[in-house]
């Protein structure tokens, strides 16, 4: 057994292990009901529209305590789910990334949800079935991109003297020495193969270290990173805000860096739903995309920044200091270590420059770095996996209907070559060419 699977780090929730929780569905209020169903079912609990208006005015949608979830927490804090006749819809906590695999899994008739607020590579995962609980597919589309940036890799306070910053290997001596004495430190993520992971493999690798034996990279819930890094178990983590913030103003460590530096304008996480779901209400879905649009526009404007981070600082939503999520929020970074930037360019964004809507070149990337580490299998045809569970046209479908300015709908499914910080390049007409060129991987 490997030193880090000795290690005792602090969870709340599950990572790996199948428990009780993920036999359980949600409440607003985050209470668990049991329930007896424990196979993927569609709603049987939905509520019937009439006329015109949407096939069912209920769905029941996940979120993780993590600012980029904000578009579905105004949607229904505003009452925007309410304006599209979607009425019933519940927008309910979960305590991990593994906890919302399991709950999208049962579906809401099994006790579960029917979407969420999820990390872009999951819903490709549950489509292959490769993350399931069963082990079998469970289909889902993408609907819309929830933001872009905003999520930041931060390092323990006691390597501060190292600098360390967009170059990891100043790190480099520290993880080896670790190894040649016979431990493994570790660095977090949130969920593996998800983006978190994916920002932490490539900014390790880009600096010579390899995340697979150089080091460990471990599974975290994003509500406990801080509190892991206060008692040590960890020497960095990648999460989205509110967290790399708090661990600054609570003077445990310090941000190395935002992850638009990383990749300017990067994806992140996914407003998603299951396959079955969508095909059986149509209308609800895209009353429901609609809803999140509006709310992703709303988030955008800086004078409801603030209003914003008040309600989504609220116990029954984040449960964190409003001053953990304000600052980030509206592009001041404090990155812990001297360095304070106002008006970043590369802060968090839901609506513009094209942030919410879903290209398909950028799904692309995550299904090639996701085979770079053995996730999925090598021979996946990923461009048919994208337009599988990618649906860009409901989305073009939601923003004509608001009546999105037409310059603010993307005509190309691509958003052509992307350009990381290290300089590589990933054309997404030619995955193969990226991966080939990439020296640190398991493929």
């Given at each position: 057994?490997?030193?880090?699977?000795?290690?005792?780090?602090?969870?709340?929730?599950?990572?790996?292990?199948?428990?009780?929780?993920?036999?359980?569905?949600?409440?607003?209020?985050?209470?668990?009901?049991?329930?007896?169903?424990?196979?993927?079912?569609?709603?049987?609990?939905?509520?019937?529209?009439?006329?015109?208006?949407?096939?069912?005015?209920?769905?029941?949608?996940?979120?993780?305590?993590l600012?980029?979830?904000?578009?579905?927490?105004?949607?229904?804090?505003?009452?925007?789910?309410?304006?599209?006749?979607?009425?019933?819809?519940?927008?309910?906590?979960?305590?991990?990334?593994?906890?919302?695999?399991?709950?999208?899994?049962?579906?809401?008739?099994?006790?579960?949800?029917?979407?969420?607020?999820?990390?872009?590579?999951?819903?490709?995962?549950?489509?292959?079935?490769?993350?399931?609980?069963?082990?079998?597919?469970?289909?889902?589309?993408?609907?819309?991109?929830?933001?872009?940036?905003?999520?930041?890799?931060?390092?323990?306070?006691?390597?501060?003297d190292?600098?360390?910053?967009?170059?990891?290997?100043?790190?480099?001596?520290?993880?080896?020495?670790?190894?040649?004495?016979?431990?493994?430190?570790?660095?977090?993520?949130?969920?593996?193969?998800?983006?978190?992971?994916?920002?932490?493999?490539?900014?390790?690798?880009?600096?010579?270290?390899?995340?697979?034996?150089?080091v460990?990279?471990?599974?975290?819930?994003?509500?406990?990173?801080?509190?892991n890094?206060?008692?040590?178990?960890?020497?960095?983590f990648?999460?989205?805000?509110?967290?790399?913030?708090?661990?600054?103003n609570?003077?445990?460590?310090?941000?190395?860096?935002?992850?638009?530096?990383?990749?300017?304008?990067?994806?992140?996480?996914?407003?998603?739903?299951?396959?079955?779901?969508?095909?059986?209400?149509?209308?609800?879905?895209?009353?429901?995309?609609?809803?999140?649009?509006?709310?992703?526009?709303?988030?955008?404007?800086?004078?409801?920044?603030?209003?914003?981070?008040?309600?989504?600082?609220?116990?029954?939503?984040?449960?964190?200091?409003?001053?953990?999520?304000?600052?980030?929020?509206?592009?001041?970074?404090?990155?812990?270590?001297?360095?304070?930037?106002?008006?970043?360019?590369?802060?968090?964004?839901?609506?513009?420059?094209?942030?919410?809507?879903?290209?398909?070149?950028?799904?692309?990337?995550?299904?090639?770095?996701?085979?770079?580490?053995?996730?999925?299998?090598?021979?996946t045809d990923?461009?048919?996996?994208?337009?599988?569970?990618?649906?860009?046209?409901?989305?073009?479908?939601?923003?004509?209907?608001?009546?999105?300015?037409?310059?603010?709908?993307?005509?190309?499914?691509?958003?052509?070559?992307?350009?990381f910080?290290?300089?590589?390049?990933?054309?997404?007409?030619?995955?193969?060419?990226?991966?080939?060129?990439?020296?640190?991987?398991?493929?």
């Amino acid at each position: 057994m490997s030193q880090v699977s000795r290690r005792k780090f602090i969870y709340t929730a599950g990572i790996t292990a199948v428990g009780s929780a993920i036999l359980h569905g949600c409440t607003s209020g985050g209470n668990q009901q049991p329930t007896t169903e424990t196979t993927p079912t569609t709603p049987t609990n939905t509520t019937p529209a009439t006329g015109d208006g949407p096939e069912v005015t209920t769905a029941k949608l996940g979120f993780i305590a993590l600012t980029d979830s904000a578009p579905l927490i105004i949607a229904k804090e505003k009452g925007f789910f309410d304006k599209y006749g979607m009425t019933g819809v519940e927008v309910l906590k979960q305590a991990s990334w593994p906890v919302t695999r399991d709950n999208i899994e049962l579906g809401s008739g099994g006790g579960g949800i029917d979407g969420a607020h999820i990390l872009t590579p999951m819903p490709y995962q549950m489509t292959l079935g490769t993350i399931t609980k069963t082990k079998q597919p469970v289909p889902m589309y993408i609907l819309a991109r929830l933001n872009t940036n905003g999520q930041g890799i931060s390092v323990a306070d006691k390597y501060k003297d190292l600098k360390v910053g967009l170059d990891s290997s100043a790190m480099k001596d520290t993880f080896a020495k670790a190894k040649a004495d016979g431990k493994q430190l570790s660095c977090a993520m949130t969920f593996p193969g998800g983006t978190h992971d994916l920002w932490m493999r490539y900014w390790l690798a880009a600096g010579g270290i390899n995340p697979d034996t150089d080091v460990s990279v471990v599974p975290v819930p994003p509500p406990q990173m801080v509190a892991n890094m206060k008692v040590g178990n960890m020497e960095a983590f990648c999460v989205g805000e509110p967290w790399n913030a708090q661990l600054v103003n609570q003077k445990i460590g310090f941000t190395a860096l935002v992850t638009g530096e990383l990749w300017k304008d990067h994806p992140e996480k996914a407003f998603s739903l299951r396959k079955d779901w969508v095909d059986a209400n149509p209308k609800a879905a895209k009353a429901l995309l609609m809803a999140v649009l509006e709310a992703q526009q709303w988030c955008d404007q800086p004078e409801n920044v603030e209003e914003m981070c008040q309600i989504v600082s609220q116990d029954k939503w984040f449960k964190v200091p409003f001053e953990d999520i304000i600052g980030r929020s509206k592009g001041t970074i404090d990155f812990g270590n001297g360095r304070v930037e106002e008006n970043f360019p590369q802060a968090m964004k839901f609506w513009r420059d094209n942030a919410s809507y879903p290209f398909k070149s950028h799904d692309l990337w995550f299904l090639t770095e996701n085979i770079r580490w053995g996730y999925i299998p090598a021979d996946t045809d990923t461009k048919a996996l994208v337009e599988q569970v990618n649906r860009e046209d409901l989305w073009k479908e939601a923003a004509k209907e608001l009546k999105v300015a037409d310059a603010q709908i993307p005509a190309n499914s691509s958003r052509g070559v992307e350009t990381f910080f290290d300089g590589t390049k990933f054309d997404p007409e030619n995955p193969k060419a990226y991966l080939d060129g990439l020296k640190i991987k398991k493929a």
